[in-house]
């Protein structure tokens, strides 16, 4: 059990997805009250109970009054919140520049960067309140080098990376006394789950970070110290103990 998350209390948005499902375990088993929130309610409620402190939440997070409806609860329900991992996101590509569909637009600009910056808003105040309050995003290194079949994609994920940033230089002005929260973002090639090894067992996914080794850095960040991880931009890679504090050393501000 990580002390810093022994009855803290963790928002992971996105909750369902591979990766969601490997960070609220990983949470759960590190002793923290993980507020499981997705869109999908059959998936949330199998999620919640099939762990210990996980509370499941339905909720449209692209939605401003239904994130502060559910920040509400949470309060009420598991106390002021600690943590915000935000796993939101899906994948749209085009060919080439003009391929780039208004519709898929539509889709990543509200799916990656509506709801991110709706929840961190909601938490804000819980988050700088916590003596280890963190944001957390998953970005891609695709963000450097885009491509024009993925120049929606790159961009949406360019302006959740800025924002995360700019909730860092929050953190650090409104701050009373010593820095005590972080946001920051992870970043990889590409995720890679279980179901994708049996779907391609051919395939060797070089340079993918497994969905295990994210939430291990999750939990990590909880230990790490708040003016080393704020803004930072963290590298994840393949192997199976890839902790914070070992990426910090790669870290970019």
């Known amino acids: 059990m990580t002390e810093n998350l022994s009855g803290r209390t963790v928002v992971v948005a996105g909750s369902t997805s591979a990766a969601g499902a490997a960070v609220v375990s990983a949470l759960s088993k590190a002793g923290a009250k993980v507020a499981a929130v997705d869109i999908r309610e059959d998936r949330v409620r199998e999620l919640a109970a099939a762990h210990d402190n996980v509370t499941g939440y339905t909720c449209n997070l ?9 920040a ?3 309060r009420s329900e598991l106390g002021p919140v600690d943590g915000l991992i935000h796993l939101v996101g899906g994948w749209r590509g085009g060919k080439g ?3 780039q569909a208004d519709d898929d637009w539509d889709f990543l600009h509200t799916g990656i960067l509506t709801t991110l910056r709706n929840t961190s808003r909601a938490f804000f105040d819980d988050l700088i309140q916590s003596p280890a309050g963190r944001l ?3 970005s891609a290194e695709s963000v450097a ?6 120049a929606a994609y790159a961009a949406v994920k360019s302006a959740a990376e800025a924002w995360t940033l700019a909730v860092a230089d929050g953190f650090e002005k409104d701050s009373e006394g010593p820095l005590s929260s972080a946001s920051l973002v992870f970043v990889v090639k590409a995720l890679l789950d279980e179901r994708m090894r049996a779907a391609q067992p051919e395939r ?7 969905v295990d080794v994210l939430a291990e850095a999750v939990v990590d960040v909880f230990d790490a110290d708040a003016g080393e991880l704020n803004g930072k931009r963290i590298r994840l890679g ?3 103990k890839a902790t914070a504090d070992a990426a910090l050393s790669g ?3």
Do not use: C, W
């Open 145 to 150: 080098s885009p491509t024009a079949d993925n």
């Open 72 to 74: 509400a609860t949470i």
């Open 251 to 253: 870290a970019q501000r």
């Open 136 to 138: 957390a995003i998953v």
């Open 62 to 70: 692209a939605d401003m009054d239904s994130v502060n409806e559910l």
């Open 204 to 210: 060797k996914f070089p340079g993918f970070t497994h």
């Open 238 to 240: 393949t192997s199976s």
């Open 97 to 99: 520049v003009k391929g």
